[in-house]
């Protein structure tokens, strides 16, 4: 009878986490399909506003400058008012973020593009401080790594899906050399630049619409909070760095995410240098990418049930670093395989660090939580240096690749060591 009973109360707890692990998943697409659209984003504007190479990262640097700095604000949040209200902040902030491009298209200001792009980070932070942690109680914790990267999957879905609509609806397929835009009358010229400003207002007006159809959603169905014994205690951010598994997650989780931002920003130009093919197929071999980086997700939440997930960690870092070789030193279209297969390797690298770092750190998870959240700026930096190196190596894109593979370096090193649990003195 106690069997019975226990199975009767481990079914109906499955059913009460079903619809709000659903709903949380579905913030997982969000946040992934406006991170991979920059893959298209950077390339587009540094055509339509005639930027530099390392001006155009500045499209990353925003967006993960606010991680950096909303990440802290973004734990109070949650200790504040919870994970639903949290959540709900998050997708008006990043409505709003997405509703900016119209007046900034409209002026092809880069400033106010870059404004709008700083206030997506923020409503991204919050969704990620909240979704993150969230997903890891809504079941056995057992499973939390195997479950944040089955949620992380559908971000890695986003990764396939977002670069082949911002390929079909902003890039325009013309591309034309300095010589070609001098010798242009300055109305054709005008005209050209105006149109290719103007392609991204309905992807992120669409955007803007469908995140506030996703707020009423959060906002009628109610989601269990966690308020157990161990949450009673506040926490603090300096009670989680006593964890020493935890700082290494946040310097690995810095590098990571610097890593495969500077892999997918220079995508598309990488593509069309050494695949020796058109803007808009370059965007379309984009989405390859993110169907691998999707495929390579689901895999490895399979592959987790037989390897630990730091094994399988380093595995993949290990593969990354032997396929940045690849594409440094290759030629033509092996580099663009060489990249792909970086999209199916660095796919589990996130969620995995993120479990990882925040395993056993009891009342000062959400201050972990927001810790790691703070090292997404890797990538508003490492994607500015290597566009620094691109620009004085004379537009040589192979060459800034060895930034990312510095990075794989420190994941390797925490996958076979850092991410053991030891609390420091």
């Known amino acids: 009878m106690e069997t019975i009973d226990n199975s009767d109360k481990r079914s109906a707890k499955h059913n009460m986490y079903a619809l709000p692990l659903m709903l949380v998943t579905s913030l997982f697409f969000l946040w992934g399909f406006a991170n991979n659209l920059n893959g298209i984003l950077i390339p587009h504007l540094r055509k339509a506003l005639q930027l530099t190479n390392m001006q155009s990262t500045f499209v990353d640097s925003a967006v993960y400058l606010a991680y950096f700095l909303a990440a802290i ?6 200790k504040r008012f919870g994970y639903r209200n949290g959540i709900i902040t998050g997708l008006l902030v990043f409505s709003l ?7 900034a298209a409209n002026s092809r200001n880069y400033d106010v593009f870059l404004i709008g ?8 932070t919050v969704l990620e401080t ?3 942690p969230y997903v890891t109680k809504l079941g056995d914790p057992k499973t939390a790594t195997a479950r944040l990267n089955l949620a992380q999957s559908f971000n890695g879905l986003a990764a396939f899906v977002a670069p082949l609509i911002g390929a079909r609806f902003i890039l325009s397929g013309k591309e034309y050399s300095a010589t070609e835009m001098a010798a242009m009358a300055e109305a054709d010229k005008l005209s050209y630049l105006v149109g290719e400003a103007a392609s991204v207002k309905l992807p992120y007006m669409l955007l803007g619409a469908f995140l506030l159809l996703i707020a009423i959603l959060f906002v009628v169905n109610r989601l269990p909070e966690f308020r157990d014994e161990e949450e009673k205690h506040t926490g603090s951010i300096r009670g989680a760095l006593g964890h020493n598994h935890l700082v290494w997650a946040v310097v ?11 892999v997918t920003s220079f ?11 058109d803007e808009k197929t370059a965007g379309y071999y984009l989405g390859i990418f993110g169907l691998l980086f999707m495929t390579g997700r689901f895999a490895g939440t399979a592959i987790m049930r037989f390897v630990s ?3 399988l960690l380093s595995i993949y870092a290990a593969a990354c670093i032997l396929l940045s070789l690849v594409a440094i030193y290759a030629d033509g279209r092996f580099v663009v395989l060489a990249l792909g297969g970086l999209g199916f390797f660095m796919s589990i690298m996130f969620p995995t660090i993120f479990s990882l770092g925040i395993s056993d750190l009891k009342e000062h998870t959400k201050a972990g939580s927001s810790l790691i959240v703070m090292a997404i700026i890797g990538g508003a930096v490492f994607p500015v ?3 620094g190196i691109i620009d004085s190596m004379n537009d040589n894109i192979q060459i800034g690749y060895t930034v990312p593979l510095v990075c794989f370096f420190v994941v390797l090193y925490f996958g076979l060591r850092g991410y053991r649990i030891k609390t420091s003195a």
């Open 97 to 103: 973020g997405a509703f900016l491009f119209v007046p």
């Open 267 to 277: 995508f598309v130009r990488m593509a069309m240098t050494g695949g020796d093919v």
């Open 130 to 132: 909240a979704a993150n």
């Open 73 to 78: 604000p973004a734990g109070l949040i949650l």
């Open 309 to 311: 997930p730091a094994r």
């Open 252 to 262: 690995a989780q810095l590098f990571y995410v610097g890593a495969q931002v500077c």
């Open 117 to 124: 792009l700083f206030i997506i980070g923020c409503g991204l």
């Open 385 to 387: 240096i290597m566009g």
